[in-house]
């Protein structure tokens, strides 16, 4: 198991940008896989991006690629993610998860940790 915390959320204008932060607790963080999901009011939690447990490897959702980049940093326990030319229709909660697997998948049924979430707000 591990505990993961959001933080870097805010207000930004469309065409801004944010940074992300999660950083986990415990000492098999290099063991997970790493996922970014948002929730907006009314609506599902949807797949973000994730990475795989060495970093070689990310994925996307249609709707960030290009604009969003996930990175990790497993000597601070700590994975990213950067949002870049943010748009209104991008403003949810934002949460990381982990899975103790090598495998990125887009659904948040196979993850098993959760951090509490961060909101971000896009202005038009």
């Known amino acids: 198991q591990v505990q993961l915390v959001e933080s870097g959320g805010g207000l930004v204008q469309a065409g801004g940008s944010l940074r992300l932060s999660c950083a986990a607790s415990g000492r098999t963080f290099s063991s997970y896989t790493m996922g970014w999901f948002r929730q907006a009011p009314g609506k599902e939690r949807e797949f973000v991006g994730g990475?795989?447990?060495?970093?070689?490897?990310?994925d996307y959702a249609d709707s960030v690629k290009g604009r969003f980049t996930i990175s990790r940093d497993n000597a601070k326990n700590t994975v990213y993610l950067q949002m870049n030319s943010l748009r209104p229709e991008d403003t949810a909660v934002y949460y990381c998860?982990?899975?103790?697997?090598?495998?990125?998948?887009?659904?948040?049924?196979?993850?098993?940790?959760w951090g509490q979430g961060t909101q971000v707000t896009v202005s038009s």
């Open positions: 998860a982990a899975r103790p697997n090598m495998v990125v998948v887009t659904t948040w049924r196979g993850y098993s940790d």
């Open positions: 990475i795989s447990w060495t970093g070689g490897s990310a």
